[in-house]
């Protein structure tokens, strides 16, 4: 079974920037990835996508502020958020799908302050 686990988030003012990576204990090399977040009280939301061709899609709410990447020799996908607003602080999580089971990791807390 693949885990997944992220790591890169914390507390950063409006406008700033955070890298978040996801690092699976597998190979991602034929998997489409994704992000998503859940704020409180929300539901949990896609926010990126990534083929294993590297084609990406992104929300509208996030598009030409977040990237996101893949470095399949090191089974780490990334999210580059820039021009972070306080309505992205969430917590967000990777997923993927590894031998037809969906798989999440544990999440990692955003929290951007006005």
């Known amino acids: 079974q693949v885990q997944l686990v992220e790591s890169g988030g914390g507390l950063v003012q409006a406008g700033g920037s955070l890298r978040l990576s996801c690092a699976a204990s597998?190979?991602?090399?034929?998997?489409?990835m994704r992000w998503y977040r859940q704020a409180p009280g929300n539901q949990r939301e896609l926010v990126a996508t990534?083929?294993?061709?590297?084609?990406?899609n992104y929300a509208d709410s996030v598009k030409g502020r977040f990237t996101i990447s893949r470095d399949n020799a090191k089974n780490t996908v990334y999210l580059q958020m820039n021009s972070l607003k306080p309505e992205d602080t969430a917590v967000y999580y990777c997923?993927?799908?590894?031998?037809?089971?969906?798989?999440w990791g544990q999440g990692t807390q955003v929290t951007v302050s006005s």
């Open positions: 990534i083929t294993r061709g590297g084609t990406t």
């Open positions: 997923a993927g799908i590894f031998d037809e089971s969906l798989t």
């Open positions: 597998g190979s991602i090399l034929s998997i489409t």
